[in-house]
């Protein structure tokens, strides 16, 4: 077995699996076939400085400043943030709020940029040398470069590099499973910059000091595996390529390292913990970048994909790109388009907004028509126990489903209702197409508000109490100071009284 | 361009849907029923046309009286799916009143009483046929020689209105069809089961259907054949007709070992219709069975159990429907005490310990 292993490369790991997962129609056959191209520069870039988890970026420009290409102009505020660079030359014409590429279209700082039209780079950060560059050095370009996870978490990919430090890490797997339905991104990547994303991987691997690498692809991605394998290999001995199943959700960081490992990480905890980190394949890509050329990241490859749209593509798109553009550039959408979303049909959001633009975690644009999405008619659940096979995560959908109706989130919590991943598998499965997924997502928005409206009631309880505490110590304080005043006046006032009394009988016997 | 629908994640669908597993079902189910029908005739024709027209009107009747939007449910096949299993299990020959008051003791009692779709506790088919089975004794054991419907002496449609709506009831019926009823009662006449089987049908006859029995339930080959087809469709899994089968199998063979003289064999009992049919289709109802496999095994366990001893030892020869009813009251506390694991904790709900992998 170890011999057959050596002959047929490092493919043949022993693999694991993971309870549930659904088989949803791929698709990606609509655009898999489609290489990478660009887009002409669109007429005008809309930046937000929020694409991250985390807190929002400062603007460093101000409307009517000339920026350049890659240029710094948003700074990372706090540990947990990430930098914003101008993706292509222009003038700044606003510096306000824009619409969020999100279903709620609430405003969101942004910088807009009229482009030049000269597409001018700025200087560019120092390339490192891989034979030189310290863990150190590539996790601080990574972070200059404003790189996030690419998968769509978009968790700035510095502070990951940065567990090194916290915890004893010894294996990086490079999620590249791409278990969405549609997206080829990460597919023509890997396909056309097999080499790139490789440097990437390999360069993340010494940012956290591991040698152990694992690429994890699905099955119905042949020709990844195919380009990948021999620059994976020169990654050293213990680096290879895994065949994982094509399984939804097998992109979940945790399914997936069950499924490459075997090892389960334990509910509430971080992967890292078990010494395993996780990126995407797209960010690997991003670092290879950075550390090599010093480029930030202004841009990304995005599926534009689905039956509503007329010619399905894979394109780089610069950051801030409007989803007309990007979708006028397709040719834009047929009439039976029905629905808008960003990313994948399993958890994508839906957009009616279509300026608003494309940003770093944006893996897909997809346009789909009625025929091929979900209906919103649900019928009465008949407790097939389908949500409760496909549950990756072991939940009972139904039974979590049933308390949050009646509103006993308390129950469903009992139940497991944070273990919950919303991979939406249960209401993919659901005959009865009941939308179980969005109540755990409002109830877990629910018990966020509630926590957060407790955490701010103990917060007014405790400054009200210390404020009380305040006064009274100053009255009490007061109070004593007037006691010690009234004694002393007392005692000058007896002083006083004794005095004249002595005085008096003095002045009689004096005078006797 | 402009998009309205906003609706949330996932986009996607299986597009596998409620009617499309009531629709499954009644396909599978279709050889056996049609098979009874070929046997029994144009009184069977009538009755089961009966039963699921009523069991269709019950069900409008119900939804009008609740409010509800009678196109959409009454369109999602589970009613006229509950009617056809009332139909398969009554007697062939039945009066026009069995099967109205079967179809009205399913929808409105079984089913629509809890709450409707989804909600009922015990499975509406076997609520009618334990009900009718105390209500009306005689005419629920009332069976007929299967006699195709293209044989001279088969009743005519005339004859067979005459049958199910007029009160005639002078036709050759035989009060103990099932060779298991029969086994019992020469049992309980001091006789010995060799004597008995002697007498009774060849086990080929039995598994092909060729037996006086229920409208629906006399080819076990054919409930066999549906049943499986129904786990290709993945509409249901093998675990509840496994251990059912499984269980009854086991216990008789245990049984009939220790003493072949009172006991049937296992082949006996595994011909049986009714036990096919309970197996991959009345079992497996998906509102009254636990949602885990742990908890469908437990189920069906029970069920086969409670078969072999109601079978065995208790005062009805066919003991499929009471023994749903009993297991079918226990699922809540099945799915209770069968959850699944959850991802990253042990079974008791603690976060699992690194180093240890997966308990």
Known sequence: MALLSAISGTSRRKLFSFRGGVHPQPNKFLSRDSEIEDMPLPSLIRVPLQQHIGVEAEPLVRRDDHVLKGQLIGQARGPVSANIHAPTSGRVIAVGHFAAPHPSGLPVPTITIRPDGKDEWGPRLPRLRPGTATPDDIAERVREAGIVGMGGATFPAAVKLNLRSKYDLHTLVINAAECEPYLTCDDRLMREFAEEVCDGIGFMARALGVTKIIVAIESNKADAVAAMRSHVGALGPDAGITVVPTQYPMGSEKHLVRTVTGQETPARMLTAEMGIIVHNAATAFAVHQAVRYGEPLISRIVTVSGRGVHRPANIRVLIGTPLADVLNHCGGMTGEANRLLLGGPMMGQPIRNLRVPVIKGTNGVLALTAAESRSSEALPCIRCGACVRSCPCGLTPLEMNQLIQADDLTGAVDVGLMDCISCGSCTFICPSNIPLVQAFNYAKGKLAQQQSMKHQQEETKRLAAARKAREDAIAEAKRLAMEKHKAMAAARKQAAAEKAAAEETSAGEAAE | ?359
């Open chain 2, 1 to 359: 361009m402009s998009v309205e629908v906003l609706n949330a994640a996932p986009h996607a669908h299986s597009r596998v849907t409620v009617s499309r597993a009531m629709i499954s079902v009644m396909v599978c189910l279709a050889p056996a029923t049609g098979f009874g029908l070929f046997q029994f005739g144009w009184p069977a024709v009538n009755l089961f046309v009966l039963t699921l027209v009523s069991a269709l009107g019950f069900e409008i009747l119900c939804l009008l009286i609740a409010g509800r939007q009678i196109a959409k449910f009454a369109t999602d096949g589970s009613a006229i799916l509950t009617g056809w299993l009332v139909a398969m299990t009554l007697p062939p020959w039945a009066p026009w009143y069995v099967a109205v008051l079967g179809a009205g003791i399913a929808i409105v009692i079984g089913k629509h009483a809890f709450g409707g779709l989804g909600q009922n506790l015990f499975n509406p088919a076997m609520v009618a046929r334990a009900m009718l089975l105390i209500a009306l004794p005689v005419q629920m054991t009332l069976w007929v020689m299967p006699d195709p419907i293209v044989s001279a002496n088969a009743p005519g449609f005339l004859d067979a209105l005459a049958i199910t709506f007029g009160q005639q009831t002078d036709f050759d019926a035989i009060s103990s069809a099932s060779t298991l009823g029969m086994v019992q009662s020469g049992l309980d006449a001091g006789r010995t089961l060799s004597e008995i089987m002697s007498q009774g049908y060849s086990l080929h006859d039995r598994f092909v259907g060729f037996v006086p029995g229920s409208l629906g339930e006399t080819s076990t080959v054919l409930l066999l054949a549906g049943g499986l087809a129904l786990v290709g469709l993945r509409i249901i899994s093998l675990t509840i007709p496994l251990t059912v089968l499984g269980s009854v199998a086991l216990l008789s063979a245990v049984a009939h070992t220790l003493a072949p003289q009172q006991y049937v064999p296992p082949e006996m009992q595994l011909s049986s219709g009714a036990l096919m049919m309970c197996a991959f289709f009345i079992a497996t109802d998906y509102v009254t069975s636990p949602m885990t496999s742990l908890g469908q095994a437990i189920y069906g366990c029970g069920i086969g159990a409670l078969i072999f001893v109601i079978r065995t030892w208790g005062a009805f020869p066919e003991g499929v429907a009471f023994s749903v009813l009993l297991m079918n009251a226990c699922t809540p506390l099945i799915d209770t005490y069968t959850r699944p694991r959850i991802f990253g904790r042990d079974r008791a709900g603690k976060p699992l310990e690194i180093g240890k992998g997966r308990s």
